[in-house]
Each structure stands twice: as C-alpha cells, then as structure tokens.
C-alpha cells in the first residue's frame, strides 16, 4: 500500500457511515437477534432483525455497536443492504457482496472487522429461520459469534 | 557504541546499531514506538547468534568432543552475564525458558499445585497482564484456593491501602504483580508488596519482562522470591527467557516439563531429578538465543541501565506533555516520575484501530488494543487503547512525529 493508502482505506463512504450509522438503534421485540465480538480489536455489534408478515422477507434491521470505523461502517452498509431481502437469500449472502461494497483494501486482520456484522447478522437469522451457517465462517473462528 | 554510564543516552547514534531502522517504512523513516511490545536487535546480537552458529554450534552438555563444549560454554556463559544481570546470588537460580509467560505458568504450575488448596488465597492485581494473571486463575481454580485481585486507584496505581482486606478470611499463598505495568507504565512497589506478601507466609512472584530492558533489576533488593523476564523485549531474540527463584524455593519444586536433560537418573521405576538450573530445563536449550541474550545483556550494560530508565522516563515525560496540548486526547497512567516509557491514550471518537492504522502511514508504528490487560480496560471503562512505547533508540522527533500524526488522524475523522 502506498504511503497515501489510508485514504483508500478511510474513504468518505466510509467515514460518513462510521459517522452516520445507518440503522442504527435497538427494536423493542425483534423477531430475531445477535451480538458478536471481535476479541481481537473489541469491536461488538448486536443485530436486531424484524420480519415482514410473510416471514421471511427482512422488513427492518437495526445494529448497535462500538468499535473501529471498520467493524461499524461495513454494519451500517450492510443494514441498507439486506433490507427487503429474503432471510434464505441473506443467510446465504456471499461475503465478497459485502466487502465489494465496502469496497477497500484490507488486511486479513482488518478482515474481520469488516465482516463481523455479516456474521452477526447471519447467527441471528440462523436462531430465529434454522438458516444455515455457511463454511465461510469457519475461518473466521476468532470472532465471537453469540 | 562509545556510551557510558555517566554520559547521557545518545539515541540517534545508538539507532544506528539496529539494522531495521535502515528501511523506510510507507516512504517515511520508521518511528518504532511499540517496543514494550517487543525490541528491535542490534547488530551485536544477531551477530554473535551467526557467530555461535558459524563456529560453536553443537548439542550441548552431553557431547564429549570439541564443538559441544563450545557449545556449552556458550550457553553457561551467558547464563552467568544473566546472572549478574539481575544480581542473583548463584546461576544455578537462572532457568532459561522460552519467555516470562512460559516462566510464570512453570511457577504457576509446579509451585501453586503442589502448595495450593481450599482456604488459600491468591492475589493479582487489577493491572496485571493476561501472563500473571490467567495461569493463576487458572490454578487456583483447579486446586480450590480463592483468587483475588488487589485493585488500582484513578492514577492507575495499585491500592496498597487494601491489601490486608484482601487478605481476609483465608491464607495468603501467593502473591503475583508486575514490577512495571505493559499498558500504563506504571511502577509498582515490589519492595513493599514483598515484604507484605512474606509477613503473610505468601510467595511474591514478579513479572519483570517490562523492568528488565529498562531498569536495572536486583533481584536481592527487590526481594521477591521469583522473577519472570523475556529476552525478546531487551534487545535479545525472540524464543529466550528466564526464571529466577530462590535456590530454596526451586529445590522443592517438582519439575514442569519432564524428558531429556532434566534428569539425575532414570529407571523403570521411578525416575529422579537433575540439579538445578536443569531440572527445569527439559529437552535442548535454546542455545543460540542464550547467546544473544548475553550479548543483549552486553549491549545494555554498555549503555548502562541508569542511563535508558533516565532517559526513557524524559521521553514519557515530554510525550505527556505533548499529549495533554490536545484537548481530544486522554491519557492513562500515573504522572511521569512514577512510570516507565510507556503512554497510553484514547483519541475521542476515533477507535484505536483506526489511530494505529493511520499513523502506521506516516511511519510510526503504535499498539492499539487490550494490551493483553482486559480486567485494567474494563477498570478503565474503555475495550482498548493505543499505546507508545519507548526504548533506547527512540529519538524526541518522534515523540513530535506522533503528535504531527494524531493531528492527520483528527482531520481524517473530522
């Protein structure tokens, strides 16, 4: 990376959504939820989801959290993205979907702060839908996902 | 080097000992402030470690021929510079092992089993790292012993005040604290809590691996009964460590780790031990790492220990004070004459990932996380912290560098 490289990293999307969380917030009775910690940095993210009346279609998601610009931007990203989505859909979401729209270089440990809320998101639904929790989180195994 | 004691430490002329500083880091020369972490090696080292390699690199103690008892030497000598190092009464008391964590658990291990039970108590402190702390908890859990833990003040600073509260209601066995906090800096009073810690009938064991690189350390004056430093963070290789205990306390002792070297003889039977220091020293040494221990031992005592506390305590000093010019920053810790080189900070609203990272482009190299210390983040109410950590080569600009570079992170999460 370039000495100028942190301006890729902490470019102003991302900035503007550490700054400016989407969804962010607690829901009263959520139909489904999760918290995770990243032990490495201290980052924690939980997830609260509601289901529209059919059941499966993601009809409002709220997260709360600290931690690095990372960890709670790529959350906040993520709320915009999964919303009106299928449970079965997002539960099966690729992680290059996200960090595509995260959209910045990142080191393998930085990695896992930027994914953190997908996988918080997926337990969630997981609990609440028996979605399965795909391979891909196997490498992940330092976050805790509760 | 051309330093002596007397004189004052000249870190940029010492710089130049240490190879990694030849290479830029980001296009900006490297601000290594996370020494406390680990320490960069001077050319010293790593060149008796090739040469150890080169020409006296053999198995040692159980060769009869030439090359082995080079060897030996090697690692016997080196036992004795760590010997005088700490001013231990004999180099039968110098175990060398693969780092302080490694020396603390055999303490933990071999002491708190066979000596620990239901009524006894174990006390660590509130500001101790996860290496004096978790293989007590751990083992006075396992053999029933209550585990407790002595508190800090709002400086940062172990409250002395209640140590005999925390004594109530059972047997003081083990008392277990840094000399010198990882992520505060600060300096306890080992003398103090020793002395405590023997009128009880309790052992003190002292994690030393953030004393040692930059205070001189004697162990008779200190009056602990074991001392757990690492070589890695004293200019020395990484794979190197030492216990020190008392002869008397090391004799009683079962050994940790069992198999080669560590025995006297070795039947169907039954199996007895060797002599001190290898009854603890199980399988091959490190040879090699004793070596450049040694040699870090020699690097250091040439710029004289006085010397680097002096001169590192200046550095946490000014950095305090640069530090407090911005009203967005806090900092941790006791004031600078009662801490190490060591500083730890928060940066208002921006998480200590992202200050390291930033900074880690202009070149300065920072810690940011739990510092393996999360019962003092908790009493700090923070989950991390960045920390710069200080050592003989680290020069007052980049005390300047890492304000210059707090200022780029404010802007960039403005």
């Known amino acids: 990376m370039s000495s100028e490289g942190f301006e890729e990293l902490y470019r102003d999307v991302i900035l503007d959504h550490y700054k400016n969380p989407r969804g962010h917030g607690e829901m009263q009775k959520p139909d489904a939820q999760a918290d995770g910690v990243n032990p490495l940095c201290g980052d924690e993210v939980s997830i609260f989801v509601s289901f529209a009346e059919d059941g499966d279609t993601i009809e409002e998601v709220k997260f709360q959290g600290r931690g690095c610009a990372i960890s709670q931007a790529s959350t906040s990203m993520l709320t915009e993205m999964v919303k009106g989505r299928s449970a079965v859909a997002v539960a099966a979401m690729n992680r290059e979907e996200l960090l595509d729209e995260v959209g910045i270089p990142l080191t393998p440990v930085r990695l896992k702060c930027a994914l953190l809320g997908l996988g918080v998101l997926k337990v969630a639904l997981h609990r609440s839908k028996g979605t399965p929790l795909p391979e891909e989180w196997a490498g992940l195994e330092e976050l805790e996902l509760k | ?414």
């Open chain 2, 1 to 414: 080097m051309g330093v002596t004691t007397e004189a004052r430490l000249d870190a940029q002329k010492l710089r130049a000992d240490f190879p990694i500083f030849e290479q830029p880091m980001h296009g900006k020369p490297l601000a290594y402030l996370d020494s406390a972490a680990s320490s960069q090696k001077p050319r010293q080292v790593l060149d008796a470690m090739t040469a150890f390699y080169e020409t006296s690199y053999a198995n040692v103690h159980r060769g009869v021929y030439e090359l082995a008892e080079r060897a030996t030497e090697g690692l016997e000598a080196a036992r004795e510079k760590t010997r005088a190092f700490v001013n231990a009464p004999s180099a039968r008391e110098i175990v060398f092992l693969r780092n302080a964590t490694e020396a603390l658990n055999l303490v933990a291990y071999s002491w708190g089993f066979n000596n620990l039970g239901p009524g006894d108590l174990v006390l660590v402190t509130e500001l101790e790292h996860h290496s004096n702390y978790v293989p007590w908890q751990y083992v006075a859990g396992k053999t029933g012993a209550s585990f407790r833990m002595l508190p800090l003040d709002d400086q940062g600073e172990l409250r002395l005040d209640l140590l005999d509260e925390a004594a109530a209601g059972g047997d003081m066995k083990v008392v277990a604290t840094g000399l010198v906090s990882n992520s505060l800096g600060t300096v306890n009073q080992v003398e103090h809590l020793a002395r405590w810690a023997h009128e009880q009938g309790a052992i003190m064991v002292c994690d030393a691996a953030q004393a040692a690189p930059h205070r001189t350390l004697d162990v008779q004056a200190l009056g602990a009964d074991f001392i757990a430093v690492s070589g890695h963070k004293m200019c020395g290789p990484s794979g190197i460590g030492f216990l020190w205990g008392r002869s008397e306390l090391l004799e009683s002792m079962e050994p940790f780790l069992l198999g080669g070297h560590m025995i006297r003889k070795v039947g169907f039977e039954a199996t007895t031990w060797g002599e001190l220091p290898h009854k603890f020293e199980a399988g091959t040494s490190p040879m090699a790492e004793a070596v450049g221990l040694g040699a870090a031992i020699d690097y250091l005592s040439a710029v004289g220990m006085e010397a680097i506390e002096r001169y590192e305590q200046e550095l946490a000093g000014y950095a305090l004070e640069r530090l407090a010019e911005l009203p967005w920053v806090t900092s941790y810790g006791p004031p600078a004459e009662r801490r190490a080189g060591i500083v730890s900070f928060n940066v208002e609203g921006v998480h200590p990932h992202d200050v390291a990272q930033i900074l880690d482009h202009e070149g300065i190299a920072i810690r940011a996380g739990h510092h393996c210390c999360q019962p003092l983040m908790t009493k700090l109410g923070v989950t991390a912290t960045n920390r710069a950590s200080f050592y003989l080569y680290t020069e007052q600009s980049e005390v300047d560098r890492l304000v210059a570079g707090l200022h780029r992170v404010r802007e960039v999460f403005a």
